[in-house]
């Protein structure tokens, strides 16, 4: 796809609230670069899928986030995938498809801290618990496995005295949201 067809189309994942699709949404508005063209999720109640409906964007639920086919139709028309929050595994059928142009956030400085379990709450209790002095975001190419792909960027989160998985997390989330953007409009240039 050339520039001259417009911004690249982006979609987005998404289980939960969506602060880092809004976020997202909130840099890429008027953007040239990019665009943010549908959001999906495997919940009908996310929080996420508000916040798009907000910016008019179209949103799919999906009825088996298992099943390649019917992710790949709600990404007929995507350029590039964005997991902001996403729970569930990518089936492998369409993580071939989008080799290179998916990425994942995740809230902790991997490889550490990923894998199977390893989400919200539970990622930044595991930090706190293992006594490291730091965590952060990541931001890594998604491939068959939870949290494995080739990591593309990071910022790290200094762990305070007295830090709780609850005031750990909020640092977390405003370092994702300070990552997240920048990311996807210098992927969106190579894409593009
Ligand atoms: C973020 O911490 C993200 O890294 C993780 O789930 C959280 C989602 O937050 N995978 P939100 O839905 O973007 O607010």
Redesign the pocket.
Known sequence: MSKAEGPVRVAVL??????????LLDTLHGSTVARVVRVISNQSG???LDRARRANIATTVLRNPADPNELLAALHDAQLVV?????KLIPPAVVAQFRGRMI????ALLPDFGGPGM??HH?HAAVLASGATESG?TIHFVDEVFDRGEIIAQERVRIEPGDTPDRL?AR??EA?HRLLPGVVLELARRIG
Do not use: D, K, R
């Open positions: 998404v289980s939960g609230g969506g602060t880092n699709l809004q976020a996310a929080g996420a997991l902001a929050g996403y729970l994942n956030i995740h809230p989400y919200g990622v975001a997390a977390v989330l994702e």
